[in-house]
């Protein structure tokens, strides 16, 4: 019984990681264009980044590829001193995934907090999408169960 829970939970997992996916799609997309904040360098936009994680998969390339980003549009940008922050996601345990919405930036964290969160958009972005991303979740468990 207990090895017919696993396959079926690793199964569940599988059916919904294109959901999910579509769900961070969607995430990303509005965190990148939101307007809560005014952005200087360009390096917040640009490498703000929805994944998906899971226990096999941390999505470290993909936080790789939005740090280079980051970094490349803050190498010779005069207007702070921010930097490009590598900050790996130490994963979700067994039989979870996550959708990680996040910037590879030092100063990201005062961006959400500094005057009472007035440029914060992480936390913005993920609520006001949180349904649409629920329901590509469900149609892909529909689909995989059908």
């Given at each position: 019984?207990?090895?017919?829970?696993?396959?079926?939970?690793?199964?569940?997992l599988?059916?919904?990681?294109?959901?999910?996916?579509?769900?961070?799609?969607?995430?990303?997309?509005?965190?990148?264009?939101?307007?809560?904040?005014?952005?200087?360098?360009?390096?917040?936009?640009?490498?703000t980044?929805?994944?998906?994680?899971?226990m096999?998969?941390?999505?470290?390339?993909?936080?790789?590829?939005?740090?280079?980003?980051?970094?490349?549009?803050?190498?010779?940008?005069?207007?702070?001193?921010?930097?490009?922050?590598?900050?790996?996601v130490?994963?979700?345990?067994?039989?979870?995934?996550?959708?990680?919405?996040?910037?590879?930036?030092?100063?990201?964290?005062?961006?959400?907090?500094?005057?009472?969160?007035?440029?914060?958009?992480?936390?913005?972005?993920?609520?006001?999408?949180?349904?649409?991303?629920?329901?590509?979740?469900?149609s892909?468990?529909?689909?995989a169960?059908?």
């Amino acid at each position: 019984m207990l090895a017919n829970w696993r396959r079926l939970t690793r199964g569940t997992l599988q059916a919904i990681r294109p959901g999910m996916e579509a769900g961070a799609d969607l995430i990303e997309v509005a965190a990148a264009a939101t307007t809560a904040y005014r952005g200087m360098s360009g390096a917040t936009r640009a490498s703000t980044i929805a994944y998906v994680a899971d226990m096999s998969d941390r999505g470290d390339s993909e936080i790789v590829a939005a740090y280079n980003t980051a970094a490349g549009l803050l190498q010779s940008f005069q207007g702070h001193e921010g930097q490009a922050h590598l900050g790996l996601v130490r994963g979700p345990g067994a039989n979870q995934a996550w959708i990680v919405l996040t910037v590879p930036t030092d100063y990201i964290i005062s961006l959400e907090t500094e005057a009472a969160g007035e440029k914060a958009f992480l936390a913005d972005s993920l609520h006001g999408q949180a349904p649409a991303a629920f329901q590509a979740l469900v149609s892909s468990l529909r689909g995989a169960w059908h």
